[in-house]
């Protein structure tokens, strides 16, 4: 079973505790640090989910869910919004962008994971 989850996020406090709650449940944790880069990361590691902030320098995480949904060697990867913005509407234009999902910063470590998994069904 693939167990890569490439994390696109800007912050390294973010980008560091996410990593280590995955890894410490066996996920396999590549990085980018910003749109531009996660695309290229996601089209050359195969991934089994792509976490994505939408804050992002440069590119921002709607225009990067859209190019992730064009590439047809990507369309079944599970694609989940990991944002600060919450404030009504920004879920639904998370989802509008190409995400499968949405979840608020600032993470809960107690939850965080299993959160992630349900992305990925009863096989993670």
């Given at each position: 079973m693939?167990?890569?989850?490439?994390?696109?996020?800007?912050?390294?406090?973010?980008?560091y505790?996410?990593?280590f709650?995955?890894?410490?449940?066996?996920?396999?944790?590549?990085?980018?640090?910003?749109?531009?880069?996660?695309?290229?990361?996601?089209?050359?590691?195969d991934?089994?989910?792509?976490?994505?902030?939408?804050?992002?320098?440069?590119?921002?995480g709607?225009?990067?869910?859209?190019?992730?949904?064009?590439?047809?060697?990507?369309?079944?990867?599970?694609?989940?919004?990991?944002?600060?913005?919450?404030?009504?509407?920004?879920?639904?234009?998370c989802?509008a962008?190409?995400c499968d999902?949405?979840?608020?910063?600032?993470?809960?470590?107690?939850?965080?994971?299993f959160?992630?998994?349900?992305?990925?069904?009863?096989?993670?």
């Open positions: 693939n167990r890569r989850i490439l994390l696109i996020e800007d912050n390294e406090q973010n980008r505790l996410a990593g709650l995955l890894q410490a449940r066996g996920w396999e944790v590549l990085h980018a640090e910003d749109g531009p880069a996660g695309l290229i990361m996601a089209a050359e590691s991934p089994a989910l792509i976490l994505l902030d939408i804050q992002l320098p440069g590119m921002d709607y225009a990067v869910a859209h190019r992730l949904r064009a590439n047809p060697a990507l369309a079944g990867v599970p694609v989940v919004a990991v944002t600060s913005y919450a404030m009504p509407g920004d879920r639904e234009q989802l962008a190409g999902g949405y979840l608020e910063k600032p993470i809960d470590p107690e939850s965080f994971v959160e992630v998994e349900r992305f990925l069904g009863a096989g993670a």
